[in-house]
């Protein structure tokens, strides 16, 4: 079915209606790829970003630990053990927790297996740090001297297997990072593209609908304007079934009316020609004739007189 059969009201309601569910479409998409930002970024935040600031926390933990041992090792104050006690123990507890939250939370094999590798060595570490802090309290300088030396190339190990983690972890944090700006930036060019293709199609629709209005429109006017001006010839062709379709219509009907008008006008003027020259021959034949009369009167009143003068002649 064409366009054009449905009534202007019911194009009208359907471009709106188009252009509110483009409109419509287009947010919805926005909000949808919103969205999937969105919880991409939250993933980030509550797993990969609290993981690498945790690993911070205990990379962090851990230098500080070393410096107090290493103070402990150097000082000669045989008390300094027990002054920093209390300090190694909450420093312990804390990365306790850490370590526990990374054996729940860890996924994959290369990050179990940096997490395992931490873990030995922190054990290594924490049994190295504790003798000697019991030997420097008990006054074995010899044998704080020789565990030190142990303990050093522990430490380092502890935080470079530390900082292997940290640096697994802000992989992982800058491999969502990135998929949540690729999520970003396809998002942009998906809503660009749509907007784009709305606005194409919105207007050709527009432009299409105007069109299927204005057109019959104009060709009623110029069909008026020809009626007005006297031309009954112009041909006028309906296409459609709608408010300009029956506009169309009633101008054929009445161009039609008109045309048998002028015609049955026509015929009766050639019919009072027809007649008029008829009486106007009828008058010429009678005025003949009565002139005829009138001479044959004429000529019978002399023939009286005649006659009349003859008869007293002869009566005299």
């Known amino acids: 079915?064409?366009?054009?059969?449905?009534?202007?009201?019911?194009?009208?309601?359907?471009?709106?209606?188009?252009?509110?569910?483009?409109?419509?479409?287009?947010s919805t998409i926005g909000l949808w790829r919103l969205s999937e930002v969105a919880t991409n970024t939250r993933a980030m935040m509550m797993e990969p970003l609290t993981?690498?600031?945790?690993?911070?926390?205990?990379?962090?933990?851990?230098?500080?630990?070393?410096?107090?041992?290493?103070?402990?090792?150097r000082?000669?104050?045989?008390?300094?053990a027990d002054f920093f006690a209390d300090d190694a123990k909450i420093s312990t507890l804390r990365n306790n927790e850490i370590q526990k939250y990374m054996e729940e939370h860890v996924s994959g094999a290369?990050?179990?297996?940096l997490l395992q590798k931490i873990i030995d060595v922190r054990k290594q570490y924490v049994a190295t740090r504790d003798l000697i802090s019991k030997a420097k309290k008990d006054g074995q300088a010899e044998e704080v001297t020789r565990l030190f030396s142990q303990f050093k190339p522990m430490s380092d190990a502890y935080q470079k297997s530390e900082l292997d983690f940290l640096e697994y972890q802000q992989q992982a944090v800058d491999k969502l990072s990135k998929e949540v700006d690729n999520v970003a930036s396809n998002s942009k060019i998906l809503i660009t593209t749509l907007i784009i293709v709305f606005l194409v199609s919105g207007g050709f629709c527009a432009w299409y609908l105007t069109r299927s209005i204005t057109r019959p429109?104009?060709?009623?006017?110029?069909?008026?304007?020809?009626?007005?001006?006297?031309?009954?010839?112009?041909?006028i062709e309906v296409n459609s079934r709608d408010e300009t379709g029956?506009?169309?219509?009633?101008?054929?009907?009445?161009?039609?009316?008109?045309?048998?008008?002028?015609?049955?006008?026509?015929?009766?003027t050639d019919t009072i020609n027809v007649a008029s020259r008829e009486i106007a021959n009828g008058n010429m034949d009678l005025s003949s004739r009565t002139e005829m009369q009138a001479g044959s009167l004429e000529e019978t009143a002399s023939s009286m007189e005649e006659l009349t003068s003859t008869m007293k002649q002869k009566l005299g």
């Open 110 to 113: 290369d990050e179990k297996a």
């Open 75 to 80: 000082s000669s104050d045989e008390s300094l």
């Open 51 to 73: 993981k690498e600031r945790m690993t911070e926390e205990w990379y962090r933990i851990t230098f500080a630990g070393l410096k107090r041992t290493m103070a402990i090792v």
């Open 246 to 268: 029956q506009l169309m219509q009633a101008l054929f009907d009445m161009n039609s009316g008109l045309q048998k008008i002028v015609s049955e006008v026509r015929n009766g």
């Open 1 to 26: 079915m064409k366009i054009q059969n449905f009534p202007i009201g019911t194009r009208l309601a359907a471009g709106f209606g188009l252009v509110m569910l483009l409109a419509t479409l287009s």
């Open 217 to 235: 429109i104009h060709s009623a006017v110029s069909m008026a304007r020809s009626v007005a001006d006297g031309d009954l010839t112009t041909y």
